[in-house]
């Protein structure tokens, strides 16, 4: 480990206001990343990778409650009041989303759009936005830039689209990028292109990023490191090869036999069975206890603590092997 994280999330709780009290989406997440590091948040959908992401935007509805804290450079971010908030939203981090066309204004030539973050961050005359935009869609791989500048959203392909939402998220040259399931939407080989686009960018930049993403297979292309959410905590994480090579959680186990592989001429896929607990119900003990093919007794009344094993992770279940000094 060197130096200090860039991002520091410490027991995160957020929680949503319903007509029954409140629902807690997000129950003790801590994570970090430091400059430049690459780290993947995966889990099922309904996990709640995306309420954390959010709350670290502060992009939140005001119906949630959030505790614990989100320091970005030593700073909690949660303590900050909106204007201030504002001076690092789109500036020291960004956000890209799955899917852009809800992103992107519909009225907005693509030029206005990129040129928004520039108006509020930097102070630039007109032609030398102008002249920044053409260069950020030429770089997140746009042809003909000075063109597809005066389109409009609808115009472009899904892809293109998400190549503009880039070259916008990319505008203040963030320190952080927060990418939730950012190809979710696109075909694969499109896929494969916008996440070679965003290792390049990460790259040239050292930009750390923060992929958010319910398939391991994007993981184990892209991220050194890897956070496993299930049902508002995290189960394991670790060094992406650790993790891959001896996951320790079950449900981590599951993730990984559910990316098809290619064996033979058939693809195999096995489904992890059942279904994410909704937040009106949470088990008692370990969350994912009820959908576990080991559960025992303890699993269902006592939540594991997260513990260092041996095998270099961290994980959250009273069956992972034996855990080492911390
Ligand atoms: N604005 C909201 N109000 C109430 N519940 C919400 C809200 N946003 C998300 N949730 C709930 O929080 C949980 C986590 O959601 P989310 O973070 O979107 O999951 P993921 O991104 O992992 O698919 C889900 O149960 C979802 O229904
Ligand atoms: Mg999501």
Not at 71 to 92: A, C, I, P
Not at 219 to 248: L, W
């Amino acid at each position: 480990m060197s130096g200090a994280p860039l991002l520091d999330i410490s027991d995160l709780r957020i929680s949503f206001k319903s007509d029954t009290g409140y629902m807690n989406a997000v129950a003790g997440v801590s994570l970090s990343l430091r400059p430049g590091e690459t780290v993947g948040l995966v889990g099922e959908s309904g996990c709640g990778k995306s309420v954390t992401s959010l709350s670290i935007m502060r992009l939140l509805p005001k119906t949630a409650k959030i505790e614990g804290s989100i320091r970005f450079e030593g700073k909690d971010l949660l303590g900050l009041k909106e204007s201030e908030v504002r001076k690092y939203r789109g500036n020291d981090i960004s956000m890209i989303f799955q899917e852009p066309m809800s992103a992107l204004n519909p009225v907005l030539r693509i030029e206005d759009q990129i040129s928004e973050p520039l108006r509020m961050h930097r102070k630039m005359s007109k032609r030398e936005m102008h002249d920044r935009v053409v260069e950020l869609l030429r770089s997140v791989g746009i042809p003909r830039p000075e063109q597809i500048a005066k389109e409009y959203p609808h115009q472009l392909s899904g892809g293109m689209r998400q190549r503009v939402m880039i070259a916008m998220a990319m505008a203040c040259e963030p320190k952080l990028l927060i990418a939730d399931e950012p190809t979710t939407a696109l075909d694969v080989t499109v896929q494969a292109q916008i996440l070679d686009l965003l290792r390049q960018l990460q790259a040239k930049n050292n930009m750390a990023l923060l992929l958010i993403t319910h398939d391991l297979g994007v993981v184990a292309e892209m991220c050194e490191r890897v956070i496993v959410m299930y049902a508002g905590k995290v189960v394991e994480e670790g060094d992406v090869r650790s993790v891959f090579r001896n996951p320790q959680h079950p449900y981590t186990v599951g993730l990984l036999n559910s990316i098809p592989k290619l064996t033979g001429e058939r693809e195999r896929l096995t489904p992890i069975k059942g279904n994410v607990p909704s937040l009106a119900n949470m088990p008692v003990g370990c969350r994912f206890a009820p959908r576990c093919p080991f559960a025992k007794e303890i699993c269902r009344t006592e939540h594991p603590p997260l513990t260092k094993v041996a095998a270099g992770s961290r994980v959250s279940c009273w069956l992972a092997e034996e855990a080492v000094a911390q």
